[in-house]
Nanobody, 117 residues
Framework: AHFVESGGGLVQAGGSLRLSCEAT????????LGWFRQAPGKQREAVSS????????TYADSVSGRFLISRDDARNSLYLQMTSLKPEDTAVYFC???????????WGQGTQVTVSS
C-alpha cells in the first residue's frame, strides 16, 4: 500500500492550498483517513480525519474553521482544502489510514507546505 501526497507549495499568509492524496494498494472506502503534519523540530500532529462510514470529520483546534477535509473513494483519494493559511501551518503534510481502529499508518513521503509572513 502507498500514498502519494501532492499540492503543497509556498504561499503567503492568508492564502490557500488544496492538498491531494492518492492511495494505492487498498480500498480507501473501508477506512477512516486523516491528515497529519510535522514541522521542523516538532512532533507529528493530527490535523484532520474523516470517517468512511458517515463522513464525519475531526479537526485540530488550530485549523478548525480554516481547513476542510474531504474524500472521494471512487478515486481512492483524500483532500485537504486549506484557507487563511498562517506561518505556523508550515510543515510537511502526510495522509494516513487508521488501521484496526487503533493506529494510523503513514505510507507516503508527504508534501511540503510553506507559509510566508
Amino acid at each position: 500500500a502507498h500514498f502519494v501526497e501532492s499540492g503543497g507549495g509556498l504561499v503567503q499568509a492568508g492564502g490557500s492550498l488544496r492538498l491531494s492524496c492518492e492511495a494505492t494498494g487498498f480500498a480507501t472506502e473501508n477506512y477512516r483517513l486523516g491528515w497529519f503534519r510535522q514541522a521542523p523540530g516538532k512532533q507529528r500532529e493530527a490535523v484532520s480525519s474523516i470517517s468512511s462510514i458517515d463522513g464525519s470529520t475531526t479537526y485540530a483546534d488550530s485549523v478548525s474553521g480554516r481547513f476542510l477535509i474531504s474524500r472521494d473513494d471512487a478515486r481512492n483519494s483524500l483532500y485537504l482544502q486549506m484557507t487563511s493559511l498562517k506561518p505556523e501551518d508550515t510543515a510537511v503534510y502526510f495522509c494516513a489510514v487508521l488501521l484496526y481502529g487503533v493506529e494510523y499508518a503513514y505510507w507516503g513521503q508527504g508534501t511540503q507546505v510553506t507559509v510566508s509572513s
